[in-house]
């Protein structure tokens, strides 16, 4: 069982998936970057200067406690960032579509089959044909 797990871990495919899952890790890090601090401002420009991270529903107010500490938190339904994730979703995605693309452009189509040259029962045939002349 350790030598057919060490033949899983060793084999091309499982080190592509690896590289692959690190690679969209730091795709997804610029992709975030470039959401919060890129596109959203332009949104919240446009949308009147509203930060969409902040908009929420509040449902119970944080409670303060005498000494100023927070005694108990606000519990907000914040739909705003969940905007925002919406948003980097569909960035992600579109990101990931052009990739995709670019990549399957790299691809080089398949060689065509060389054509195939007469069967054994064509050559027989032939061979009679010849000998009966």
């Known amino acids: 069982m ?16 690896a590289v692959a899952v690190i690679l969209a890790g730091a795709v997804g890090l610029v992709v975030n970057g470039f959401v919060a601090d890129i596109i959203m401002p332009i949104v919240g420009h446009f949308a009147g200067g509203v930060d969409f991270a902040d908009l929420k529903l509040v449902l119970d107010e944080a409670v303060v406690g005498a000494d100023g500490a927070i005694a108990k938190p606000e ?24 990739i995709v693309k670019a990549y ?25 044909d010849s000998l009966k002349k």
């Open 2 to 17: 350790l030598k057919e797990f060490k033949n899983f871990i060793l084999t091309g495919n499982v080190i592509d998936f």
């Open 75 to 98: 519990n907000a339904i914040r739909w705003g960032a969940w905007i925002n994730t919406i948003v980097n979703l569909l960035i992600v995605g579109f990101v990931m579509f052009i």
């Open 104 to 128: 399957n452009k790299t691809k080089t189509p398949p060689a065509p089959a060389a054509p195939a040259g007469p069967t054994a029962e064509e050559l027989l045939a032939e061979i009679r």
